[in-house]
């Protein structure tokens, strides 16, 4: 995870019909003297290469695999890098915008623990904790409750950024002395794996690059926070043909880029497919293009292969669909009910299927995705729908409702005066009433961002601020938005 961690300041509505704008923000040409044009291509960075010869020796590739090695590509991923977040970054996340965020969030969990007949021992579990704000303020707040954060046993967090992980261990005060890591590849460091935290009494916190790789005691019950991590996870894109077939949406190099001198293999797999409308209007100035393969790919016989996608979607109809944040979903699902455990979901998107919505985020406006591949964001509205049907009959899920609800729900603006209280300062007054207002108004991140719950199968009771378990309705279409 529309802003992948939200636009600074004035942030554009993730809901905006951007892409056919962006072309207008600049023209990637230079003017001639007799009036005609000259393209201008952007410079092939190491991993545009890789891409570049990715595809011409296999032919192109999934919107999936793109935002891999766009993402977390060693050789120049976006993630290798340190400082996205933030003001001097390319977005804001909710953490960064307000303490007030991460402490609502301590007291949900504590509230919850306490439903639960407060457990002896607790693990937080948090997939893309970014710089590690958000669990900083948590454990921070949790120090006011002091059962609850007597029973919490460690911290484990799922990211496999280097730069970040470093940034998260920074963050929580852990001592490097004591800290066991791995070699850096990107730039000869050391990566944290293991550490201690000396900001929170000698908490154990480790460091995993997938949730599979976190072993928690059976005793222990995992508090599981997942804030803004599924909307950057890879996605593919398919559009239902005039057959009544899904054609899968592809990213091959432009015209410019498959030169003569390249094996003819690609060209003939370039010949079966058709060329579809660029997102971004004007892309000259990129090595890649989006394509329409014209047959059914593996991708959409696998992906598709749910009868819902043929009964509940018409001709011309894209739809967007991640199978990994489903296999993330059931494993939280499967791991919570397991262990009595409990979590949040937190990001932007809808309670239904959407068709275009990926995106690049680049210094805090949205940009052309096939551009400058490893120098921007990547990201998708996330589906809920969909991660609640991954979930079905393995844990109960309540939700998604909207963010600043729920921040209302538990009580953001009795936090809020609390604040204002302590200061006499007019500035600091105005930034506090500021960010509450990003966090909680209609208009900026209170009704895109929405929150989902997860309880055990064996819960009873809905958990606060939530209603009745959210029943799924297979008749009514997550229906596509202008696809």
């Not at 275009?356 to 809920?384: E, Q, W, Y």
């Amino acid at each position: 995870m529309i802003l992948r961690r939200a636009l600074a300041c004035s942030r554009p509505s993730p809901r905006v019909a951007w892409a056919p704008s962006i072309a207008r923000w600049y023209s990637p040409k230079i003017l001639r003297p007799d009036g005609t044009t000259h393209a201008v291509k952007e410079e092939l960075t190491p991993l545009a290469k890789h891409i570049r010869d990715t595809i011409l020796a296999t032919g192109p590739i999934s919107i999936a695999q793109y935002m891999q090695l766009a993402l977390t590509s060693p050789i120049g991923g976006y993630y290798t890098r340190g400082q996205v977040f933030g003001r001097e970054g390319d977005f804001v996340t909710s953490p960064e915008i307000s303490q007030m965020f991460g402490e609502i969030m301590a007291v949900w969990y504590v509230m919850h623990w306490e439903m639960m007949g407060r457990p002896a021992k607790t693990v937080f579990v948090e997939l893309g904790p970014g710089r590690g704000t958000l669990m900083e303020d948590i454990m921070r707040a949790a120090k006011r409750f002091k059962p609850f954060y007597a029973s919490i046993r460690g911290i484990h967090f799922i990211e496999k950024s280097p730069e970040l992980r470093k940034l998260q261990h920074d963050k929580l005060g852990c001592d490097w002395s004591v800290t066991a890591t791995v070699d850096d590849k990107s730039d000869g460091g050391r990566t944290p794996v293991t550490s201690v935290s000396q900001s929170h009494g000698g908490l154990d916190v480790g460091w995993h690059d997938v949730v599979e790789q976190v072993a928690v005691d059976r005793d222990c019950v995992p508090l599981v926070m997942a804030h803004e991590f599924f909307d950057a996870l890879p996605i593919y894109k398919f559009e239902k043909g005039e057959s009544g077939k899904w054609n899968e949406i592809l990213v091959d190099v432009t015209d410019s880029d498959a030169t003569p001198m390249q094996p003819t293999s690609p060209s003939q797999m370039r010949g079966s497919l058709q060329s579809s409308s660029s997102i971004d209007g004007d892309s000259s100035s990129s090595h890649f293009k989006f394509v329409r393969a014209r047959g059914v790919t593996s991708n959409a016989a696998m992906v598709l292969r749910d009868q819902r996608y043929d009964s509940l979607f018409d001709r011309g109809d894209r739809v967007e669909v991640s199978p990994e944040s489903a296999r993330i979903m059931i494993q939280l699902a499967d791991w919570i009910s397991a262990n009595n455990g409990m979590g949040l979901i937190i990001d932007y998107g809808t309670d239904w299927t959407q068709g275009d919505t990926f995106r690049g985020i680049k210094s805090h406006r949205f940009a052309n995705p096939l551009c400058s591949p490893g120098s921007m964001d990547l990201t998708a509205d996330v589906d809920f729908s969909y991660l609640r049907f991954a979930a079905k009959g393995r844990a109960k899920c309540y939700g998604p409702i909207e963010q600043g609800s729920f921040l209302h729900s538990m009580g953001i603006q009795a936090r809020l005066q609390q604040l204002l209280k302590s200061t006499a300062d007019d500035k600091v007054q105005r930034d506090l009433v500021d960010c509450y207002r990003r966090l909680t108004d209609a208009h900026s991140m209170g009704r895109v961002y929405k929150v989902l719950a997860v309880l055990p199968n064996s819960s009873t009771g809905a958990p606060v601020p939530f209603a009745q378990p959210t029943a799924e309705d297979p008749g009514k279409p997550a229906a596509t938005d202008g696809a």
